[in-house]
């Protein structure tokens, strides 16, 4: 990664952790509005979206032990470990990997190819999600 592209992901971060606390309250009051809380495109339960519109998607994301996630292809994203394990992730292929996330770390992955995350730990994983919406053309 160019040193420019290091510094634009290093200043989205910080913006995405400092907006973070003043968006997620109101949020939470729109949901409470309604009497349930803001669900993805994807409906997957564990996912409370925060945030949406056409350049970014904010989620907080939690695997209980053994939960599984959806087979997507994943943007560009960043995320903030909110509370860690470990999650085994499993391509199209057959090939797996592990991922340590520990508390309060922050990590930057480019576009994957679509893979299955799994918590493969004795206790939940919270990660707060910003991922990057390609340009519409």
Do not use: H
Request: contains cysteine; positive net charge; glycine residues 8%.
């Amino acid at each position: 990664m160019s040193k420019s592209a290091r510094c634009f992901v290093g200043l989205l971060a910080i913006a995405f952790v400092v907006a973070g606390p003043a968006v997620s309250p109101a949020m939470a009051q729109d949901g409470a509005k309604d009497g349930k809380a803001a669900k993805t495109a994807r409906d997957w339960s564990p996912t409370k979206l925060l945030f949406d519109n056409d350049k970014v998607r904010v989620q907080e994301v939690t695997f209980k032990p053994g939960d599984q996630g959806p087979n997507i292809p994943r943007p560009f994203r960043i995320i903030r470990v909110l509370k860690g394990g470990t999650i085994q992730r499993t391509f199209s292929d057959g090939k797996t990997d592990n991922v340590v996330y520990q508390t309060g770390e922050v990590k930057v992955y480019e576009a994957d190819k679509p893979f299955v995350p799994k918590n493969i730990g004795k206790s939940d994983i919270v990660l707060y999600v910003v991922a990057l919406k390609a340009p519409k053309k």
